[in-house]
């Protein structure tokens, strides 16, 4: 089966800073995947290239089997939805304003929404039960609430990919796994490929099928969660050592100083680089 | 169910604004120095020319010139939406990116060379505003693009320096002017709007509303694109093809403005600020209302300029300044809860 999204022998660089070397992977359709990794491996560079905004120096993107540079924006804008790190608008836009704008890559010339843009709509703020504070302005809210809004937002687009850049940073537990709870039923109930970056590797381990885990340049993992997680593999990308546990079928990590409590019950030890 | 706002919506607000304009404009119409009576008015043009002068004045004189006084008030309430949409910056006014110094510097240029041919029954002043204020804007926006990357911050930087560089060169022509030339300029960079010949006031009209109407077509766009470059890609958009319909309609409806009526300041920084307060910021919306409000606006602004000290006029722009300040306090004051980057 080809996946929705391949991607081959990716390279990227900022200036002389090279960013991603001789990246591959491919995500099947209706797939949840977790990109981890420390700062600066290239995460947010890498969400970038798969919506578009950047150009890769070699290897390319396809998108349903073609190449990303051939779609036209607005077309790419009907696959592919994104969800930034949470911003507040410069004018006082409402949260149906907000959502509504979903939906410009299908207007017409005046760019006015059709009764079924508005079912759509109304669909996704009720999905992430934000409809209740539909007419106020997204200033108003809470940093969870407009998160939901941006969430809404991205599900009223209506594309079969949705990707994100760290949708729970800012947020408290009870908020972080409302939004995971939010992306998997886009993926069971919409059949929707989500890309998510995140820091929170054991959301991650809970929420996604597979992880791709950057180190930087050419070392990265790929694969299902529980195959990619391990104490050893996150303590030579982030090196940091962790206990690890398991609860049933995906373990869980406790990141762990030399300082921490109970660090004497570190499963990795630190190695030294090695 | 959420509330959307719909063609129907909008039409009956545009309907509702442009008859509480069409009688702003007649009620304007008939003040002035010259009383004339609304039942002289009403009795038609009479038998022959110089029966009815009632109706002469109003027809022939005050008419044209409300309608002149709403076409350059619509033209820069509109180019103050769209230039804050595309700077993303609330303070933009339509003479940010050197309009008012390049038309300034055009009109200048028209008094000391002396000219006086016409051309198309525009007087040179009209005429040279025209080309200054187009040409400086093609200018920074030639410079915004050379300079950078980020093209909203150069191109504001741009027109900020040329407008200076621009200003120290008005100023020191206009020192060196005759008293008489003096006089016709600074009313000119004051705003003064005067009678116009007909068929000038019909194609600006035409090519003003033109330029509104075309501006509305990407007003979902520009929504979109209030968010960032980035947003707006993902959502469909291409900012920089937007950006430039954008400026080039704007600086186009904001050229004709000034070549009419002079460098009229305030309307396109309020008008939209005090629209967007009222009425909420989506563009489809803020524009055609802005351009009403913004007629309206500019008409009485007109009337009071050329009544309060009559038989002279003062220039609009005076009027403009002092009215304006007050009226967008009252309305900060209201409704400035609502509006987050007031805090």
Known sequence: MSGIIEVENLSFSYSQRVILKTLSFEVTSGTFLAIAGPNGAGKTTLLNLLCGLLKADAGHIKINSSNITSYPIKK?????????????????????????????????????????????????LETTDTLQFASRPLAQLSAGERQRVFIARALAQNT???????????????HQVGIYDLLKAAQLEKGK?????????????????????????ADYHIGKTKDVFSPRQIEKIFGVSTFAGKVGEEKFFIPLGKFAKDSKHITSKPSNGQ | ??????????????????????????????????????????????????????????????????????????????????????????????????????????VIIAVLSGITWSFWAGSPITVFAFAG???????????????????VTSLLLAGVVINAFFSAVIMFLTSILKSHQLRSTTLWLMGNITEKDPSVLW????????????????????????????????????????????????????AIAVSLSGLI???????????????????????????????????????????????????????????????????????????SWLK
Not at chain 1, 163 to 173: A, H, I, K, Q, V
Not at chain 2, 48 to 75: H, K, M, Q, S
Not at chain 2, 142 to 151: D, E, F, R, V
Not at chain 2, 209 to 226: D, K, M, P, Q, Y
Request: charged share 15%; net charge neutral.
């Open chain 2, 203 to 254: 194609v600006s009209a035409v090519c003003i509303l033109a330029g509104i109407l075309g501006l509305f077509s990407i007003c979902h766009r520009l929504n979109v694109l209030t968010f960032g470059q980035e947003e707006a890609k993902g959502l469909g958009v291409d900012p920089a093809k937007t950006r430039f319909a954008a400026f080039g309609l704007a600086a186009f409806i904001t």
């Open chain 1, 160 to 174: 079969a990919v949705l990707l994100l850049d760290e949708p729970t940073s800012f947020l408290d537990l009870k």
């Open chain 2, 133 to 151: 204020a187009t040409l400086t804007v093609w200018l920074v926006w030639y410079i915004g693009h050379l300079a950078g990357k980020s093209q």
């Open chain 2, 1 to 106: 169910m959420a509330e959307f706002l719909t063609p129907k919506n909008l039409v009956i607000k545009i309907v509702v604004c442009s008859a509480v304009l069409a009688v702003v404009m007649c009620l304007c119409a008939l003040v002035g120095t010259q009383r004339i009576s609304l039942e002289n008015v009403l009795a038609g043009p009479g038998q022959g020319p110089g029966e009815n002068t009632d109706y002469e004045i109003f027809v022939g004189v005050r008419i044209p010139r409300v309608i002149l006084a709403a076409l350059a008030g619509a033209a820069l309430a509109c180019a103050g939406v769209i230039l804050q949409a595309i700077l993303r910056n609330p303070l933009a006014d339509p003479y940010i990116l050197g309009i008012s110094s390049g038309a300034g510097l055009g």
């Open chain 1, 76 to 124: 790419l804008a009907q696959i592919v939805a994104v969800v930034r790190q949470e911003f507040v608008p410069v004018f006082d836009f409402t949260v149906t304003e907000m959502v509504s704008m979903a939906r410009t890559p299908y207007l017409g010339t005046f760019g006015f929404e059709s009764n079924a843009d508005k079912e759509i709509i109304n669909e996704a």
């Open chain 1, 193 to 217: 490929t989500i890309v998510a970056v995140t820091h929170d590797i054991n959301l991650a381990a809970q929420y996604c099928d597979e992880v791709l885990l950057l180190g930087g340049l």
């Open chain 2, 265 to 339: 300041g305030f309307v396109g920084l309020i008008i939209p600020h005090a629209v967007r307060l009222v009425f909420g910021p989506d563009h489809r919306q803020l524009l055609p209302v802005s351009a009403i409000i913004g007629g309206a606006f500019l008409v009485i602004a007109d009337t009071v300029a050329r009544t309060i000290v009559a038989p002279a006029q003062l220039p609009v722009g005076v009027i403009t300044a002092i009215a304006g300040g007050p009226f967008f306090l009252v309305l900060l004051a209201k409704y400035s809860r609502k509006v």
